[in-house]
């Protein structure tokens, strides 16, 4: 809940802090601790606090699925998509394609029919902001609502059906616990987030959260 204290002076400043630290707990805190809400905007600046050398963190966020990204032409051309070709064996990626054939050289699987596994861009945005993460096959598998090997199926087949099937995961309102480390790649670090679960809000419940934070508020005020 940053950002709800404005002025106010010293005091109230210092008291806005001890209650960030207070509801929010460390940066550190470990992918089972559901407890405290971040907005997107906290999550960016807790991981760009930290450097490639820090551990993961986590944080959970109350936001909106808004948008699949890594779809269309890339840079060089090519059709992006946000799956890939994967050993129905090990799961690992294979190589190949529909015409010569796919190998797996992790098990060495081979075969005509690999199955697809999500590795999905998404964008989630709430009130303060918008923070992208990746989700993988079981977590996007839920979040769309159709398994990759269905949407693959859907894009070779009709392109408005395909948009149709992402279109209908959009706007759905989530808990996101996300992973988030700072990665350096080429020279440049920027912070890479992983979907950890998403699970639909639970209005009750978040508003007895909501009510305890403003709960909390009002206590610091009165003893300001």
């Not at 906290?42 to 959970?60: A, D, I, N, V």
Request: with cysteine.
């Amino acid at each position: 809940m940053q950002r709800c204290w404005s002025g106010g002076g010293a005091r109230g400043s210092a008291s806005a802090e001890s209650l960030s630290v207070d509801t929010r707990g460390g940066g550190s805190a470990g992918p089972r601790d559901d407890s405290s809400r971040l907005t997107t905007v906290e999550f960016s600046e807790r991981g760009e606090s930290l450097s490639s050398s820090s551990e993961p963190f986590y944080g959970s966020m109350r936001v909106f699925m808004t948008k699949v990204l890594g779809t269309g032409a890339g840079q060089s051309g090519e059709e992006r998509t946000p799956w890939y070709s994967a050993c129905p064996k090990c799961n690992k990626k294979v190589v190949g394609d529909s015409a010569s054939g796919h190998n797996c050289e992790s098990c060495g699987w081979s075969g005509a029919e690999p199955v697809y596994r999500y590795i999905l861009p998404v964008a989630f945005t709430d009130a303060d902001g918008q923070i992208v993460c990746t989700a993988f096959n079981e977590t996007a598998n839920s979040l769309l609502g159709v398994k990759a090997d269905d949407l693959k199926r859907y894009k070779d087949a009709s392109q408005s059906q395909y948009e149709a099937a992402i279109a209908q995961g959009q706007w759905k309102h989530y808990i996101l616990r996300a992973r988030g480390k700072m990665e350096t790649y080429n020279d440049k670090t920027r912070l890479k987030s992983h979907v950890y679960s998403a699970t639909p809000v639970k209005f009750v419940e978040e508003g007895k959260l909501l009510l305890s934070e403003i709960a909390k508020y009002g206590a610091l005020e009165a003893a300001a």
